[in-house]
């Protein structure tokens, strides 16, 4: 089972990225899935995560209102994180995982670098 994060990149700050992660359909079916980041030196942390049935969302204190996540409920099994405003302290690699997170589902991530 392996979940594909992508869209990361390097962005000064004040710049914006659109993250996607692409989930196996066994993974897709949990109704609670979340973004996380992990940056050099600290504990990898919960970013923001939705429920597929509710439509409930949740956010870091530090990206609340700058980011945004969302999921496909077609046929392509794909999450996003809408990231707005970016900042120096956005700087990580982000991953996606159900919520709590399953440690078989941990991936590679995709990083993100923000310039000051």
């Known amino acids: 089972v392996r979940l594909v994060e992508s869209g990361g990149g390097s962005v000064q700050a004040g710049g914006s990225l659109r993250l996607s992660c692409e989930a196996p359909?066994?993974?897709?079916?949990?109704?609670?899935m979340a973004w996380y980041r992990q940056a050099p030196g600290r504990e990898r942390e919960l970013v923001a995560g939705?429920?597929?049935?509710?439509?409930?969302?949740?956010y870091g204190d530090s990206v609340r209102g700058r980011f945004a996540i969302s999921r496909d409920n077609g046929n392509t099994n794909t999450m996003y994180l809408e990231m707005t405003n970016l900042k120096p302290e956005d700087t990580a690699v982000y991953y996606c995982?159900?919520?709590?997170?399953?440690?078989?589902?941990w991936s590679r991530g995709t990083q993100v670098t923000v310039s000051s």
């Open positions: 359909g066994v993974v897709y079916r949990f109704d609670a």
């Open positions: 995982n159900v919520d709590p997170p399953l440690p078989t589902y």
């Open positions: 939705c429920r597929r049935q509710s439509g409930y969302e949740k």
